[in-house]
Structure formats: structure tokens, C-alpha cells
């Protein structure tokens, strides 16, 4: 049997004074908005986060919990790029950014692209 179990769970409070015990604190982030967590090729965006730090022998741990939603994630091309595509095959530069966008941003790709 665990000391302060009785057949209900543990008392909170015990629970709270065995984590102080052992150096464990554990604060929650109030008024979060959002939570983005991004990848290469995606966002996970959680719109309705909850958001716990716990801090166990000087290393904090975030724990998110909520409703993840993904979103893909557009490349960002940048202006000196899609100009140079476009000198470089004579193309416009809408048809050159997209050739970009198309190519995950790889200049050469999208020359190669256009000049075919």
C-alpha cells in the first residue's frame, strides 16, 4: 500500500509536498492564445492550448495539451529569388515564383523548369 493512498487516489496536497520534496515545481502559463510548433513542412497550431512547465532538477519540461490542428506550411521565396528566375528564363515573375513555389524554393529546379 502507498503511504496517502487511500481507496480515493492521493490527497493532493501530499502530492504537491512529495513534488517540493524532491525538487519538482510546477507552474501553469496563464492567458496562452495559441501554441505553434513548426516543421519543415508543417504547423501544428493549437488554438485552445494549455500550457504546464515543469521543472525537475533545473530543466524545465513544457507539456501542451488541446485540439492540434496541421497546417502545411508554404515556402517562403524570397524577392531576389523569384527576379533571378525570371532573368535567368525570361519568364515573368508570377510564372517564376510559382516555378519556385513548385520546387520547394530550389533555384536551379525552377530555371530548369522554365527552360524546357
Known amino acids: 500500500m502507498i503511504p496517502g493512498m487511500g481507496g480515493r487516489g492521493m490527497n493532493p496536497k501530499k502530492v504537491k509536498q512529495m513534488m517540493k520534496q524532491m525538487g519538482i515545481n510546477i507552474d501553469e502559463i496563464e492567458d496562452v492564445e495559441q501554441v505553434i510548433i513548426r516543421t519543415a513542412d508543417k504547423d501544428i497550431v493549437f488554438n485552445d492550448a494549455s500550457v504546464t512547465i515543469m ?3 533545473g530543466v524545465d519540461t513544457y507539456q501542451v495539451t488541446g485540439t492540434p490542428q496541421e497546417v502545411p506550411r508554404e515556402v ?9 528566375v525570371a532573368e535567368q528564363t525570361g519568364a515573368s515573375e508570377e510564372t517564376a515564383l510559382e516555378a ?4 520547394n524554393g530550389d533555384l536551379a529546379e525552377a530555371i530548369l523548369a522554365l527552360s524546357s
Do not use: C, W
Open 55 to 57: 521543472n525537475a532538477q
Open 76 to 84: 517562403q521565396i524570397p524577392e531576389d529569388d523569384v527576379r533571378l
Open 100 to 103: 519556385l513555389k513548385n520546387a
